[in-house]
């Protein structure tokens, strides 16, 4: 008895081996891809790979369409603060995209340099990095950024966030943990059954590739939908509220939202405001701010500010600031009311300026172009 079941368990490992050879030899034929960073990497380019945060910057002095711009050794732009921050300091940190970031302006001319420039014992933590959302800024906290021990978080995202595009962010980066921490990720069978059957839970991400079978897709997707969008904001405060750390809103603006039109990105404004509403917190709009001004002299393009937008920004940061920070509440923000409205069929250009490319696409791009995606018109 005992040998005939030492060989029924042997014939069953045998079948077992024959069916993952079968499902690799099928899988090779579709040649699912994980996405890994695949753009440029050179001096002469300010993005490169990252392998949690799917890209990010490499220490050095790189190319910032037009002037350079100094990334630091955790690949942030600007010098590296002093750690533990010294008593009675306040440190800024921004969050958000290329427009936080400081796109096509020199180091020093960004809003949170221009802020600190005007406040008593401040220092600065860019966060903000080009295409960012929200999703991998919080990556980036969990890894990084609250070691870095902020007293107050300045938060722009939204731009990277509501862009239209070929997958959801947190899905990509949900690809890019299983790729690190599985050291059989290089199995195109294991890759195709993490596929199939490595998650779908809207709140974690799932598991994505791009293979024969499936290429790029055709349809459009929010980057961070609506919803995950005011969660991921509402978990990024509850945590800054357990450590007592201050935060405020920049709600950015563009040519096009100059106007008053009604745009894609208006729903994300709205829960924008709400949730600043709901925390307490400030909100400074930089449509109000930029109102009556001319717009060649705010936008180098369709939205990134000159270093005249950034200064109008910084200057009322600080001013903000120096009455005294806001600590968000402790209470979740309800989020059951918020509904998103339908991508817009008429868009053409999927994909134009995102980072998303690059992960799975190794043709270069121009060093000079933008890394968020570019406003669409209403």
Not at 57 to 80: C, H, K, V, W, Y
Not at 309 to 332: D, K, N, R, Y
């Amino acid at each position: 008895m005992r040998r005939r079941s030492m060989l029924r368990s042997l014939m069953g490992g045998l079948g077992l081996c024959a069916a993952l050879l079968l499902v690799e030899g099928a899988a090779r034929v579709a040649e699912p891809v994980l996405p890994q960073w695949r753009g440029p990497d050179n001096t002469a380019v300010l993005m490169t790979g990252h392998p949690t945060r799917l890209w990010g910057m490499a220490p050095g002095t790189r190319f910032n369409a037009g002037p350079n711009a100094s990334i630091n050794e955790l690949g942030l732009r600007g010098p590296m603060v002093e750690l533990p921050r010294p008593a009675g300091r306040t440190r800024l940190m921004v969050l958000g995209d290329s427009s936080f970031f400081g796109h096509g302006v020199a180091d020093g001319q960004d809003l949170g340099s221009v802020a600190v420039g005007l406040l008593p014992d401040a220092d600065l933590v860019i966060g903000a990095v080009p295409g960012y959302s929200v999703a991998q800024s919080k990556v980036f906290l969990d890894e990084e950024g609250w070691d870095l021990q902020p007293s107050v978080l300045v938060i722009g995202h939204l731009w990277s966030d509501n862009t239209w595009d070929a997958f959801h962010d947190e899905d990509l980066l949900a690809s890019a943990a299983f790729n690190q921490r599985n050291p059989l990720a290089h199995s195109r069978a294991l890759r195709m059954a993490a596929t199939l059957f490595g998650g779908g839970a809207a709140d974690g991400g799932r598991i994505i590739t791009v293979s024969k079978l499936e290429p790029w897709p055709e349809g459009r997707v929010r980057r961070v939908p609506l919803k995950r969008y005011a969660a991921l904001l509402d978990e990024l405060l509850l945590e800054a509220a357990d450590r007592e750390v201050g935060a405020l809103f920049i709600l950015p603006a563009n040519r096009i939202s100059l106007t008053g039109a009604f745009a894609h990105w208006d729903p994300y404004y709205q829960v924008m405001r709400e949730i600043a509403a709901h925390h307490g917190l400030p909100l400074l709009d930089a449509n109000a701010l930029y109102a009556d001004i001319e717009p060649d002299t705010l936008f180098l393009d369709s939205m990134h500010p000159t270093v005249t937008g950034h200064q109008i920004l910084g200057q009322a940061l600080a001013q903000e600031l120096a009455g005294g920070l806001s600590v968000p509440t402790h209470t979740p923000f309800d989020r059951s009311h918020i509904e998103d409205i339908l991508p817009p069929d008429h868009f053409s250009d999927r994909g134009v300026g995102s980072p998303q490319r690059s992960l799975f696409d190794a043709t270069p791009t121009e060093p000079d172009a933008a890394p968020d995606g570019p406003p669409q018109a209403p």
